[in-house]
């Protein structure tokens, strides 16, 4: 049984460019949710996503970040224009049925803005 | 709001002491709560966790006991290994609500 996963692993943007993660939950998950790790910090909440609903987006910034769970494919997080405070690591973790049950977390996506 | 509150770290300790990592936590209902681990360059684990008052998660050695009446969830391990160093992440979470979690605590395990 895959878990979550996630990809790339890592990804080296110049400033101004844009980035793409990937987040594919466990099989039979249908809630996805971002997070964000700087360096020495803890998670912070960005959004959480049902398939084809955004559901809470409260913790993601309002311009240049935007998150998608289509119904078909992967959810996607996508953030335009990078600058370097956005390098850091991007988690996605996913649970089965509601928010609030137990959420696995996939490796992550290390993103270093140049 | 909820929130969850780590002992501060770095802890060091000695292969086989005994690891006690503190957690309290505020919620407005009954939470269930966890605890994480994070390796080096990897995504977080579940390491074990209590849905209830008095309910004992346990898992590759570590235990934390839901006390209600003292709003903590510590984790407990008898002897460390080397392999053990980690940052570990405390959270509840409630039905309907986002997940929380505490600013984690990095332990090294020396040989």
């Known amino acids: 049984n895959a878990g979550v996963m996630q990809n790339p692993r890592h990804l080296v943007r110049r400033r101004g460019q844009e980035a793409r993660l990937r987040c594919s939950p466990m099989k039979g998950h249908s809630h996805v949710y971002w997070y964000r790790q700087l360096p020495e910090e803890g998670l912070k909440f960005m959004v959480y996503?049902?398939?084809?609903?955004?559901?809470?987006e409260s913790g993601m910034p309002k311009e240049r970040f935007s998150a998608e769970f289509p119904k078909e494919g992967p959810s996607i997080l996508r953030i335009q224009q990078v600058v370097r405070g956005d390098s850091a690591a991007y988690f996605c973790?996913?649970?089965?049925?509601?928010?609030?049950?137990?959420?696995?977390f996939g490796p992550g996506t290390r993103l270093l803005v140049l | 709001g909820n929130s969850v509150t780590q002992m501060e770290g770095p802890v060091t300790l000695s292969e086989e002491a005994f690891l006690t990592i503190n957690c309290t936590y505020t919620?407005?209902?009954?939470?269930?709560l966890f605890w994480y681990v994070q390796y080096p360059g990897e995504g977080l684990q579940l390491l074990l966790k209590?849905?209830?008052?008095?309910d004992k998660g346990s898992n590759k050695g570590f235990e934390a006991t839901y006390r209600k009446e003292t709003t903590s969830f510590h984790l407990e391990k008898g002897s460390v290994q080397v392999s053990d160093s980690a940052v570990y992440f405390c959270?509840?979470?409630?039905?309907?609500?986002?997940?929380?979690f505490g600013p984690g605590t990095r332990l090294s395990v020396l040989p």
């Open positions: 973790a996913s649970s089965p049925l509601r928010q609030g049950e137990t959420q696995y």
């Open positions: 996503l049902q398939k084809e609903n955004i559901i809470d």
């Open positions: 919620a407005t209902g009954y939470p269930s």
């Open positions: 959270a509840l979470s409630e039905e309907g609500q986002n997940f929380v």
């Open positions: 209590a849905t209830k008052a008095d």
